[in-house]
């Protein structure tokens, strides 16, 4: 019979409680429920509503069952409905009378959205870690490549030339700010529900800051009605990890490129890569496939929980059960999107020949040369459209710029000199970059040297 | 060693295998997989292309193998990566060399399309199964329900009193629709990629008619790159889904509405209703909760895969690896919705005498009484004004409009007559709608035997 | 004063009037609105309802309303909330008392939704032939690029030769099933719920079945809360919007890459390519990009609209105001997407010479080779295993498989003999597909005749 | 011509240019497009690229531009693509030579994010107003309703007493919340991209400290490759709206549901309220239905610009335009429906006497029972089985708990003594709760204090 019978003569149906089961997924909160109510029980205890031995049955208990469960030897029962009255259901079954007043104070409600915090924290720190271990192989990645130069692209066109180690860092950066918004997510979420019990709170003298304090949240949420009807936190962690997904989604797409015959750049290792069933010759970076496929699933999970919030009236409502499901699906996709590019980023080898061979394709010094002409006091604009006049004379004679004459370009603009060959060539174009934040060698050096220092890595060590 | 491995010198990491493996869901797949291959192999062997005795080890293999997973016998591996190279690699360790022979002229490409269209074609005849065992059941609820006059609501305010059968023959037709659209993507996607290949079709003489018909497929697809790239069939089949979702929400939405204090219009069942834990006297009718908070998982896994094909450049790429999980999620969840609904609703009573009670409420006559002007000549938007006039009188007074006096409406226009009072009352009001598809109950009646006939029930049969 | 203001005894505040209006975009459907008050006018002359003079009051008034609109004359009041009240009003400005009996057995909640059938019915015939425009322009892109042959891709890794006819066919077959799914969602929502008033239909005498002539609808509806409340016809069209969409971004994201430096296999005329305000060399495919890009909004639009719909009861809730934005733009998105890519495709050239140039990388060929061994009676496995090893041996080599001697094929299998130079080589491999739908020449000039007949193309203008 | 024209030969298309072009919507961006010109120009001239008489002229010239764009003067171009080029050209048309010199060392990439960066920085200041707006309706209406005790719901079932003020302070928590969301998301978008150029920075000497100094920015942004390519700062931005929206769409829901006859808690003044175009009796709470409503569009929103990034590789890509009309939907939303849940809130009444009339239905002391029976010693799963069991006697006499007789309660468990009668009905109910952030008076005041203090409020003015 359900914990909660007294006033009903009826099971559910098969049907219903096959629909309605929630210990098929929620079990994986079995570690923070188990935590939750030793807190509860020892503060039940600290203010009297429930004896010193009692309260020690029941820690022993909880422990005993925390053992089975992690030996494989519990039995989750559906007939138990959820993970809450399976814990205490058994508790009962071992020691008695005294897990009946383990309820005391409390509802379902406020319990399963202290487990729910509580895991949710967890797993934050557990991605907040994912993401730094990216940080720190693509970090490597730019240390195992100084100085190669790589197109960089706009429109998918080349556009100027670029260190790879600058293009690398710029992922970097999207990895430090997807941490940020965790942390922000993780400071916010961690208020205690516990105690709100099944919306009013109660008129037992519970002591919501021991339990609090105990399960190591800020302080207890200010409002019981808030605690248990609103899932902003889960919102906000979802959004956070769609972020991140679209990072690494671009980050897919770009080294699926690079594996391409047509561009080249990088050859992954056989063992991050896959084969075909009919085409022997091939080799596909199928990791970085799915992680950009994967993406999708991670905002799709973000959309099932904002509607399966939206137009919910206060408070807890039974649909705001389905919010695990995706939780637990987003938080195991986007662990494993970030170990794998990760694992992809150490077994990849840069084709530096090849890539210096097809750099001169594509006009990267085409800017360059318009602010050799700026710096000789020709408006901007009219520099851009001399070198786009260049630019055609050389797609006609499918030359270089570099490869013009002087007085080819003077024909142009009588400002030409010598010096401009200074500024020509995909070197030449890159070493002249200084701003901060540019592709400049000094600069991007700078900036490594920085993300060295934050994700302490040792240098010595590839 | 992977099946592909010839090229290949290194294993792929721990990491990039359980992340790329698809066994853990695709398995769901064996039946249909199983059946794909039954039927290349008898197209290989009449083609030629191996011999009879070949065929018969493979097609007793595949029995074998059949009868294994369903016993429970089978061991999935993790390292033979899919559903496709388990079997493929079970048969070889049953049969041996006959088994090398049955990936002729086939790639894993087509194959996994062929079997996911059997799959979904199947899927999509258990949905349409569904959908009609819940028309039935409201149809049945609406012949138990005769007569019974429900408020009819716009904004949740009330508007005009309708049949309550009017009201469930609503959904019944959204169900019809959504019936429909399965049967026309059904139609769409019954077309055989099997001989498709990798992508560009084989040199070997193989004949895609015999296993298009042998696999009731309408015709083999006409262009192998289409037949190994497209999901459409999928989007469409989710869209379908997910439309039937919204519509399922509604109806959970009402329902809960109407078992809640406030309404008062139904009383579920113990069967299908459960308690709570803190709260003794609850009784909460939460498979319609569910039901309408499930939508938003349906809604989730369409955009799961619309986001997952955007942008993807011809032809198979893995991420489409990811289309299986959220259809297979789509499918199970709208199944246990209509399944619910349908349980739910054989076990709702209709509180007939509170409803009627509270009927009173609201001015639901007004439009009658417009009507009762518009008849005399009145125009509707003078009409509309002086029953406005008439509603504020009742609620200054307090009173409904059936209690006016004659006086007091002349004094709001002179053509009322003492036949106004045949058009007050709500029994009166809906007495008097006659258009087709009205709530009149004679139009009602039409409907519903509509219905009883379309849905073959057997009336007698509560 | 609005036009329901009766029982009101104070206007709305501005704030709520700004908040509710829908005015600035709802005039998109005057032309529909007229069309259907029209039919309604005659329908309630022929039932003796109005007057015949009132009838051809309101038809020339509604003639000279629709004269103004397209003038640009009409000034539209927001006080006036909607299209349909600013319409109602502006008549009885024009005719007077006539005006006020138009809105008879018709409330806002039936008329929006005739008018937002008829205004879907027309859309969708607009993208039916922006789709059809989009079929001609691949399949003369297809008749002007005979012969040449592409490297087919599977995971961006190039996998076998193909005829770039046989890709592009590929993009019409897609289309076709899009015009497929439009044309159900068409037969679908043609039934006209005009007569179900606000939701329980009526008692005055009107002739459902005369306007639904009238507007060509197939029928009227027939369940008058269904006809006001659900929207699964716009659900149904949006989804149907947004699987085209995605095979538009990947339209999008291949031509974007052919047109890069690296792939390089199409130039796009100035005159659909943009430049950069910065790099005076850049000729980027911005259409294509824009493309991919809008997809997301297509699909944005039906997240919308199926969030909104989500958990309404019935019948009508002022929530579905909202239904007409998104299907505004994701119909404009869509048509502009489909002529843009049209317009795309006919104007871009395939650097013929450079793809010939390029195709012996990837050993396109392999698969070719695995089936002769399996002509030569090597079961398809062991094929597949000499021929990945033969890829190894040419990637060791730097060189292409037909590069390899006889006896360095005999060292991997004795089978090998001369007649294996006729399956090596781009030409050679594509001339030997011969399955029905694969890229063998004579496949492909089939369907290619087939699309030239159902689309109606002229094959003498280019 | 188009000012990136110089290598072009032929112009776009009219569909391209149609298809292509910004200006439409984001000459909104005009103010912050013209604010990071001035500092762009000051900078340049600070660094002696640029005279000081060069930068008078473009600084004058700006300014006369702002002023004819606001007095409505100022002609836009499609033909001039976007606000940028617009704003330059028109610079050129009024200045001359020097406006040549205003794109020295910027891209239109640059200068678009930091437009974009300023916009959505001032936005979310303007939302985070609203959200206060907002906050202090509640508190004020929570504040002009005190003592007011309401049924607590969860699945929408009576559950226990609340104050009023508990339940509007619900609303209050999850503002704050959003409001803390948005100050962490301006903090981390407020960084300047001025400067990163095409994608790669400038080898021109400018000074990116003082330009974001100038326009309020913490400090330029360190990649510029990063600068120009992530969209990570509106994707959370929409994810901060999008979590709002869902908590309004929740206020939407219940304020509806408290305007239905059924629960009739409140009654909307007709300055919120609208009526129906055919039933004189309606009077419908339409703004707090679109405001559920319109959280549809915000997720919508989100899903568009998620979708969009999916996928891209770095760095600019021209999908990005459409990033702008998603956001700028977003924002104009959002403010809407926080505008009119505070002028909502502001104009209604609640129905003390009849919430008070209907209180006693639904046993909502059963839980106060419960905790009465746990102060004797009961176990409280023991206690919630009498107490189910008291309900239970309760339902099948149709009375109330308080209204069993010592007897029949002793008859369930004979603990019970006369001072039960203290434990129940509605108002001893709610005097019992006493744990932190429930619902009990005394901690109700103090959170009330609490947000008066924090919001500002002065409460002597309602």
């Known amino acids: 019979a359900k914990l909660w019978g007294g006033r009903f003569e009826e099971s559910v149906t098969a049907v219903v409680e096959k629909f309605t089961e929630s210990i098929s997924y929620d079990k994986a909160l079995y570690k923070h429920d188990i935590r939750g109510s030793k807190a509860h029980a020892s503060m039940l205890a600290k203010q009297g509503m429930i004896s010193t031995s009692d309260r020690d049955s029941i820690l022993e208990g909880l422990d005993e069952i925390e053992r089975k469960i992690e030996a494989g030897e519990f039995v989750w029962r559906t007939d138990r409905e959820d993970v809450h009255m399976n814990i205490e259901a058994a508790l009962t079954d071992i020691i008695g009378e005294p897990a009946k007043k383990l309820h005391t104070a409390r509802s379902r409600n406020d319990q399963v959205l202290t487990d729910f915090r509580l895991w949710c924290r967890d797993a934050i720190d557990t991605i907040a870690e994912s993401i ?80 609090a304090e105990i399960l190591e949240f800020t302080a207890p949420m200010r409002n019981s009605i808030d605690a248990v009807s609103d899932r902003d936190f889960v919102l906000e962690f979802l959004s956070a990890n769609s972020i991140t997904a679209v990072h690494l989604s671009r980050l897919g797409e ?49 959309v099932t929980l904002l509607t399966l919030c939206k137009g919910l009236p206060l408070a807890y409502n039974r649909d705001l059960q389905e919010d695990k499901e995706p939780t637990f699906d987003s938080v195991k996709t986007i662990v494993g999107m970030l170990e ?98 540019s592709t400049g060698s000094a600069c991007v050096a700078s900036q490594l040297d920085c993300w060295v220092t934050t994700l302490g890595i040792d240098k010595s060590k590839p």
């Not at 990088?266 to 799915?290: A, C, F, H, R, Y």
């Open 132 to 211: 730094k271990r990216l940080q720190i192989s693509l970090v490597k990645l730019a240390l195992n490549n100084k100085d190669l130069i790589v197109p960089g692209y706009t429109h998918l066109q080349r556009a100027q030339p670029v260190l790879l180690q600058h293009l690398l860092l710029a992922y970097v950066e999207q990895l430090e700010r997807d941490a940020g918004r965790l942390l922000d997510c993780r400071v916010r979420l961690n208020f205690c529900p516990l105690g709100a019990c099944a919306l009013a709170g109660t008129g037992l003298p519970i002591d919501r800051f021991m339990t």
């Open 254 to 302: 770009e080294w699926v490129l690079w594996a391409s015959e047509e561009f080249g750049f990088i050859t992954p290792s056989d063992s991050v890569s896959t084969g075909s069933s009919i085409m022997p010759q091939k080799k596909n970076p199928d990791p970085m496939e799915l992680v950009r496929g994967k993406s999708a699933r991670v905002i799709g999970d973000l």
């Open 340 to 437: 794998v590019s990760a694992e992809f980023a150490q077994n990849i080898t840069f084709n530096q020949e090849r890539i210096q061979k097809a750099l001169p394709a594509g006009h990267l010094d085409a800017t360059t040369l318009a602010d050799y002409l700026v710096k000789k006091q020709i408006p901007f604009r009219t520099s851009h459209d001399i070198v786009g006049r260049a630019v055609a004379l050389c797609v006609s004679k499918n030359c270089q710029l570099k490869d013009l004459s002087l007085d080819e370009m003077r024909s142009l603009n009588p400002v030409f000199d010598e010096d401009v060959y200074d500024y020509l060539g995909v070197e030449n174009a890159v070493k002249k970059f200084s701003s901060y934040g």
